[in-house]
């Protein structure tokens, strides 16, 4: 049995509130270094209100509040004096739909660093390439740095969107339904993907498609109706599920 | 049977729209015809470049071009900055809760106060008050708040096109939430800020009472050497010509010459707006 790694992100006690309407109730998690960890469950569970809360992406709906504790190693990310900013520097976020910005796919890529304020061109011109590779992207692109990332496929404008995010180096990448928007060809290529960056990062990927969180999630966490309602190795959750629901849900039997 | 019964109903609709669009193509094409025609006469290089002469009943209009155009450059500059800042405050900032609300009911409620109330608050508040007399800086600021609601209600609009997928992109890369809207939001929303803008002076360029009592003068021998002087202005000048004068009939065609400069005046600006919306569209898709 091989050994588990160290915990990165915990989420202890989590609710979370749209308003006065309870979206998650009492949420205990853990992300794990250098896993993918998967989030499944049904439409409007609260997956994508989940992640959210990671990279406190949250904080845009002005009527979010939130109550509990989540730590990125160790330290509350959530607290009053903890700038957004920097945890979502460390703590990237890929979207369901492809959102490069009406840039060229250079400047795509650069934004993050130059938001941050990196002035040295030779240092980011190095870290757009790479980036590029990273995403599997740079064979496609290399010809047409300056184009409009507009100009590019679905498919490669999300590899775009991931190599933005990696160009700053983030520790913990959230990934919501991120071939959603993708054909069968593209999904392989993001899968891959994954599976060569987790070397580097800490994944966690929400997916409606269980094929896909069975092929690349070390860890899965099955939600439903804003509760957590089984947690676990993917194998485990897979083959023997504890719960009922979880096992109807996995096998599609879901009412 | 039944299919040829919406088919007329069909062709009856577009043929009462259309007959709609004529006539309103119409009466623009006879104000214009109107004005080019009786105005036209007394356009010459001498009409746009002296001042008028012997009881402004012969010479030119050079001063009252002069002024309308410091005074709506005045009212550019205290009106841009300000409407843009608003509405990105408002847009982008403020929480949508009773207090915002309340703030964008005044705005827009502003916009139906009547140019002469305007002008009576401009005396008031800024010819009296910060004490800046009548003069171009007085008219430039009534006629900057004047346009306020039409710049901040355009303005907003065009921020609001921008989809919300970019400020959560820039944001999720570690960009301050000014950052976003420096970089992501205000590039795509610039080109509908502007025309909005532009439109809001070309409105206060052809307005006369907001600065009849703030600084615009009857008649003005040299032209304005600061923002504190006074001013003649197009609009105030056709008023004058047309109603004030002891020769109205004499100078009728001067009052024409006056509209017609100023209609071409308003539609250059209207022109430029487009142009301006047209080049940074055009410019946003290719790449920025
Ligand atoms: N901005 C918001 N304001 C109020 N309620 C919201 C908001 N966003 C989401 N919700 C509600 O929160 C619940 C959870 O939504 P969430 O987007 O997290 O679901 P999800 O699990 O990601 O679903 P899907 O699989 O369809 O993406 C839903 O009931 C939704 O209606
Ligand atoms: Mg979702």
Redesign the interface.
Known sequence: MRMDKKIRMKARKVEFFYGTTQILHGIDLDIFENNVTAIIGPSGCGKSTFIRLLNRMHELVPSARLKGEITLDGKSITSADVDPVEIRRKVGMVFQKPNPFPKSIFENVAYGLEVNGVKDRHFIEDRVVSSLKKAALWQEVEKRLHDSALSLSGGQQQRLCIARCLAIEPEVILFDEPCASLDPISTHKVEELILELKKDYTIVIVTHNMQQAARVSDHTGFFYMGKLVEFGRTEDMFTRPREKRTEDYITGRFG | MKIKVKRIKEILGFGVLHVCMLCVLMILAVIVYDIVSKGSGVISWDFLTKPPVDGMTKGGIFPAILGTFFVTLMTAVLAVPLGMGCAIYLNEYA??DGLTRFIRLSIRNLSGVPSIVFGLFGVALFVDACHFGTSILSAGATLGLMTLPLTITASEEALKTV?R????????????KW?AIR??VLP?AIPGILTGMILGLSRAAGETAPILFTGAAFFLPDVPNSILSQFMALPYHLYIMSTQHHNIALVRPIAYGTALVLIVLVFLMNLVAVIIRYRLRKK?????
Do not use: F, I, K, V
């Not at chain 2, 997928?165 to 301050?176: C, D, F, I, P, V």
């Not at chain 2, 946003?284 to 920025?288: E, K, M, T």
């Open positions: 929480r949508d989809p997928s970019y400020r959560e992109g820039a944001l999720a890369l570690g960009a301050t950052q970089y992501n795509l946003g898709n290719a790449h920025g």
